[in-house]
């Protein structure tokens, strides 16, 4: 199938590492240009490089923190001067801190949705106005299963996740009429640093091996291992490509069938 990406631009928010990099890898493998954003420059020159050299594909990079709307805008002007348009947005963030109700006071709230659900609804905001003039446009973000279904001590996560596909539902009504597709795409379990990081506080927190916690988190899903996060680009790519022409405001899990919600 030709994904008809070349020659396409695409920002991918916080992509030094995880599932933006490899979404973004995937992008520049299939011929788009990419712009590649985080906080970390020097992540981000490396993960360039990587790119570059792998795939050839014409990417650039530039510092944004999501949490910050100037940065973003700054960032989104960046890549349209750089490559004329942009056809695609990626959205993604690092994830909100874990814990339970009782945790969090309003400044954690305030933070959780300034980084989760604002910095989604800034993007799309600031590349609009590209997509509307092309008319046409792909938008993805990505979210995590707590959209279908609450995961254990992630009470931020699981509130604005939710946000994110009530949000995606609405615009892909208002967006259609520009032709511009969005949706969201929800990790289970894919095996980034950020996986390993919140394994290895549920082992310290629990006095076992980091293997024994990993090994029974892996059990609980069907296909019986976690995801790659190239598995989860696959997906990811398909839905901001010009394959994709009649999918829009649909949330799709990739989580090896851990969610066994309908
Ligand atoms: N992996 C999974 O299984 C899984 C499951 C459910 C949900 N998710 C969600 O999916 C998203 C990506 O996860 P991941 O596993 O790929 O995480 P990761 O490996 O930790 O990568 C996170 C990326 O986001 C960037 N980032 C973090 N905070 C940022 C900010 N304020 N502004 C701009 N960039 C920022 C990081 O770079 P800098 O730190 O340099 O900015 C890094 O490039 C997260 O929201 C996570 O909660 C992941």
New binding site residues.
């Given amino acids: 199938m030709d994904l008809g990406l070349k020659g396409q631009t695409a920002l991918v ?9 490899a979404t973004a890898m995937k992008l520049a493998e299939e011929g788009a240009n990419v712009m590649i ?4 420059e020097t ?2 020159q490396k993960t360039a490089l990587e790119i570059r050299e792998k795939t050839g594909a014409n990417v650039a990079y530039k510092t ?4 910050d709307n100037e940065q973003i805008v700054e960032l989104v002007h960046e890549t349209g001067n750089k490559f004329k348009t942009i056809d695609i947005l990626v959205n ?5 801190p874990a814990g339970n109700f009782d945790d969090f006071s309003d400044k954690d709230w305030v933070n959780a949705f300034e ?2 659900l604002l ?1 989604v609804i800034r993007t799309i905001r600031a590349v609009l106005p590209f997509m509307r003039k092309q008319q046409s446009g792909r938008i993805v973000n ?5 959209f279908k279904q609450p ?1 254990e001590n992630l009470t931020l ?1 699981n509130t604005f996740r939710t946000g994110i596909m009530g949000l995606a539902k609405s615009l892909s009504q208002e967006l259609a009429k520009d032709n511009i597709l969005i949706n969201t795409v ?10 390993k ?1 919140l394994d290895s506080k549920i082992a310290k927190m629990k006095e076992v091996a980091l293997e024994d916690i990993v090994a029974q988190s892996e059990a609980a899903i069907p296909l019986g291992r ?2 790659t ?1 190239e598995e989860f680009a696959n997906v990811l790519v398909f839905l901001c490509s010009g394959a994709n022409t009649y999918v829009t405001g649909q949330a799709i899990l990739v989580d090896g069938g851990l969610v066994k919600a309908m």
């Avoid at 928010?13 to 990099?21: D, P, V």
């Avoid at 993604?92 to 909100?96: F, K, L, M, S, Y």
């Avoid at 990505?142 to 707590?146: G, K, Q, R, V």
């Fill in positions: 928010l916080a992509s030094s590492k995880g599932l933006g990099k954003s985080s906080r970390n992540d981000l944004c923190n999501i949490m993604n963030a690092g994830g909100p980084l989760t910095s990505i979210a995590s299963s707590s995961l996560s929800g990790p289970g379990r894919i095996a980034t640093d950020r996986l990081e976690y995801g996060p």
